[in-house]
């Protein structure tokens, strides 16, 4: 940590080479990008029909929460999103047509994908959540070693990837798949194959190897 402030301060910035089109900023639309990302490429882990009725629920047992929270990401969108020149001009990444033909096909379109960006943060934060380990504070713990306990979240280990990833994506005005790899990876790290079925009324048996089949494929 002392070496790379060392470099930052001799450096004058974290950029190597193009310093002038690499200015850290606050892209806070970059979260709703990287929770989209890791909403699709995990989509074999999360696809059930009871993960998708419990989210729907939420709209019939909390509107006027759901209606803030379209707000909040309504705000973000519109006042801390960055429009980098190379997103505009360099046609060889896909990221150009991703940008061109959808998000800001026109001036309304990148509102008409907030639901997708409400629902990636659901996605994500519920994986997170359903895979987290907590500790009684009463009962003691059935582990004698720390190497034994089990390779799950807690509740400062979720806060400490969410705010790794905030901090490691907020701060660049490009928008770049290739950001967010590394997220995944920690990301699908803590999340394990859940052990429900995609259809209600489906054979629940070999779940995990269907799923992890579909996670290969996909």
Not at 18 to 36: M, P, R, T, W
Not at 62 to 81: G, K, N, S, Y
Not at 88 to 110: E, M
Request: hydrophobic share 50%; glycine share 2%; proline share 6%.
């Amino acid at each position: 940590m002392v070496l790379f402030f060392i470099f930052v301060i001799y450096n004058r910035g974290i950029t190597l080479g193009d310093k002038e089109n690499h200015v850290a900023g606050l892209h806070i639309a970059q979260i709703f990008y990287c929770f989209s990302f890791l909403m699709v490429f995990s989509l074999p882990l999360w696809l059930s029909q009871y993960r998708l009725t419990s989210y729907f629920a939420r709209y019939k047992q909390a509107p006027i929460f759901i209606f803030f929270e379209f707000l909040i990401i309504a705000f973000f969108v519109r006042f801390f999103t960055v429009v980098h020149p190379f997103l505009l001009a360099d046609n060889r990444h896909f990221t150009f047509y991703i940008w061109r033909k959808i998000i800001n096909l026109r001036w309304y379109t990148k509102y008409l994908i907030i639901p997708i960006y409400h629902f990636s943060i659901y996605v994500v934060i519920q994986q997170l959540i359903a895979n987290a380990f907590y500790f009684d504070a009463i009962q003691e713990i059935p582990f004698k070693n720390a190497r034994d306990l089990p390779l799950k979240p807690t509740g400062i280990s979720i806060t400490a990837l969410l705010g790794c990833i905030f901090l490691t994506i907020v701060p660049s005005p490009l928008f770049e798949p290739r950001y967010y790899i590394v997220p995944y990876i920690f990301f699908r790290l803590f999340v394990a194959v859940p052990y429900e079925t995609f259809f209600i009324g489906e054979p629940i048996s070999d779940i995990t190897l269907r799923r992890l089949k579909c996670e290969l494929s996909y």
